[in-house]
């Protein structure tokens, strides 16, 4: 069985300063990794995904993510946080062995002060 | 425009009147599937199908039917609600059926059972 676990349900930053939102996997094979996030009252958006390779993932609006296998962590990133940033954020996991199973965490609430 | 929609977007019925929330997609994608999202237990997957009249359980199946006909719509079927089944309900597809995929997700329906 895969699992995903985002252990903060919230997190808040200010404005300008880094921000980190956590997730660790639990997969029997070789993993991809998404994250999405969710804005009030919309559905889910992709931000970036790691398939192979670096460990490093560059996704949109300034997010990145950095893969660390040995943790079994895939813990989102951004240098500068925005108020715009401001949302419900989502890891998920999904095994190429399985493909049609797909993962999600309980989401982290990113809040953004000015 | 390419999207996934989902109707009713919102819905209250009562306990035990049978529904069906439709969801279409314009993109030609090969995979679907339907998740539901509650506070604290994050997205948890329902149904997925990986080609027409190819379906499968994901992980909270029960009280649940799908059905894929064509490859664009993908109906989620309560065939006798229960208050438990309240809930914000997502569509989404992707273009293949290979897990590095990204999915593509609907706006939502929000469903109360009374």
């Known amino acids: 069985a895969q699992s995903v676990a985002q252990p903060e349900d919230q997190v808040n930053v200010a404005e300008g300063n880094p921000l980190t939102v956590k997730c660790t996997y639990s997969v029997s094979g070789n993993p991809y990794l998404f994250w999405y996030v969710q804005y009030p009252n919309r559905g889910l958006q992709f931000l970036l995904k790691y398939i192979t390779g670096d460990n490093l993932v560059k996704g949109s609006y300034g997010f990145e993510a950095e893969f660390n296998k040995s943790q079994t962590s895939f813990h989102l990133k951004k240098p500068s946080a925005l108020v715009s940033d401001s949302a419900l954020y989502f890891c998920a996991v999904r095994d190429r062995t399985n493909a049609g199973k797909s993962t999600f965490g309980d989401g982290t609430t990113l809040t953004v002060k000015p | 425009e390419a999207q996934v929609t989902q109707n009713p977007r919102y819905l209250i019925t009562v306990t035990g009147k049978k529904l069906t929330v439709t969801c279409s997609q314009n993109?030609?994608?090969?995979?679907m599937s339907w998740y539901r999202q509650d506070p604290g237990l994050g997205l948890r997957q329902i149904y997925y199908s990986m080609n027409v009249e190819v379906t499968d359980k994901g992980d909270v199946p029960e009280g649940y039917k799908v059905s894929r006909k064509e490859k664009r719509n993908f109906p989620l079927i309560l065939e006798s609600p229960s208050p438990n089944q309240t809930s914000l309900y997502f569509c989404a597809s992707s273009p293949t059926t290979i897990a590095l995929d990204t999915q593509y997700f609907g706006p939502g329906t929000r469903l109360t059972v009374l």
């Open positions: 993109m030609n994608h090969e995979y």
